[in-house]
T-cell receptor, first 111, second 116 residues
């Protein structure tokens, strides 16, 4: 079945350092979504990418969808303590609304 | 809108007991999803509905699990009988679709289930 893997599993950074998480799907995706889950909270939608090679920015966050639409990345510039949490990517099974969530990357920011 | 509402927020029960989790999706959303989150298995989709009809229940682990959506504003996930390995956080999420395109899922706060 479709698998969505993320690396790294954990990342500790000093406040002000950059952070990147990578998402890889075993199948081509029609779109990819990114979510953030704070400790003890629920996943919150960040963004959706649809086009091959698409790049979108939200303040310090940059999202990219690969040319082959099988991978994606999230880059945070100059991390802050508010960035702490687990970041998930999610992609739909072909032709459905069934989203498979990635394994997640847990980010810890040290002040 | 109040967002997706789930109840109870916490549930502690003994093995063998029946557990019912409840969800009220955002008004106007036509998709409803039930997820389970554990450290070992991550975030797993159990079942999802479209316009109150179950579309894919392939993620439901066993016959002990069942889900219903009697109307557009209410859904339940039932576990009978419950087992310790069912301990997890259960999330309900809803979303809407337009012209075949899917949009973001709005998650509820979750129900933390502990089965002793």
């Amino acid at each position: 079945g479709q698998q969505v893997m993320q690396i790294p599993q954990y990342q500790h950074v000093q406040e002000g350092e950059d952070f990147t998480t990578y998402c890889n799907s075993s199948t081509t995706l029609s779109n990819i979504q990114w979510y953030k889950q704070r400790p003890g909270g629920h996943p919150v939608f960040l963004i959706q990418l649809v086009k091959s090679g698409e790049v979108k920015k939200q303040k310090r966050l940059t999202f990219q969808f690969g040319e082959a639409k099988k991978n994606s990345s999230l880059h945070i510039t100059a991390t802050q303590t508010t960035d702490v949490g687990t970041y998930f990517c999610a992609g739909p099974t072909s032709g459905t609304y069934k989203y498979i969530f990635g394994t997640g990357t847990r980010l810890k920011v040290l002040a | 809108d109040a967002g997706v509402i789930q109840s109870p927020r916490h549930e502690v029960t003994e093995m063998g007991q029946e557990v019912t989790l409840r969800c009220k999706p955002i008004s106007g959303h036509d998709y409803l999803f039930w997820y389970r989150q554990t450290m070992m298995r991550g975030l797993e989709l159990l079942i999802y509905f479209n316009n109150n009809v179950p579309i894919d229940d392939s993620g439901m682990p066993e016959d002990r699990f069942s889900a219903k959506m009697p109307n557009a504003s209410f859904s339940t996930l039932k576990i009978q009988p419950s087992e310790p390995r069912d301990s997890a956080v259960y999330f309900c999420a809803s979303s809407f679709s337009l012209a075949g395109a899917s949009y973001e899922q709005y998650f509820g706060p979750g129900t933390r289930l502990t089965v002793t």
